[in-house]
């Protein structure tokens, strides 16, 4: 049989500053600090080609998409992490969210609500890719 922590030295789970560096770091997109910001293959297509500023304007909308996203409810958001979002971009249905890592990305955080040993990873996606 396997050790379990004893419920009374558990640590409390900090939903609201779960949720408050999150939202940190969507309303700092263009610079996550040591978070990070990644979109797969599916987004980049979408977008188009960035050279010279061809799909900038994709990638801003984008960007502003998730950065002001706010339908956050029971259903998708049950801990209040906002840590999810469901959205529709260039026609496709689409999603971002939010992994917690270990300082190295090795492993996962032990402790998402402290930045100081998390890094943040918002991966942004089309939903086929999921």
């Not at 009374?8 to 779960?18: L, P």
């Not at 293959?41 to 984008?62: P, Q, S």
């Amino acid at each position: 049989m396997s050790e379990q922590t004893p419920p009374s030295s558990r640590r409390e789970i900090a939903h609201d500053e779960i949720a408050r560096l999150n939202d940190g770091l969507r309303a700092h997109l263009t610079s996550p600090g040591n978070n990070r910001v990644v979109m797969t293959a599916g987004i980049a297509e979408l977008i188009g080609d960035v050279a010279l500023f061809r799909g900038f304007r994709k990638r801003a909308e984008l960007l502003r998409i998730i950065r002001d996203y706010d339908a956050f409810n029971v259903d998708n958001d049950p801990h209040g992490h906002r840590d999810l979002g469901l959205f529709e971009f260039e026609g496709a249905r689409c999603l971002w969210k939010i992994d917690y890592y270990d300082r190295d990305l090795a492993y996962g955080s032990e402790d998402p609500s402290d930045p100081y040993t998390t890094v943040r990873v918002l991966t942004i996606l089309r939903a086929d890719e999921y």
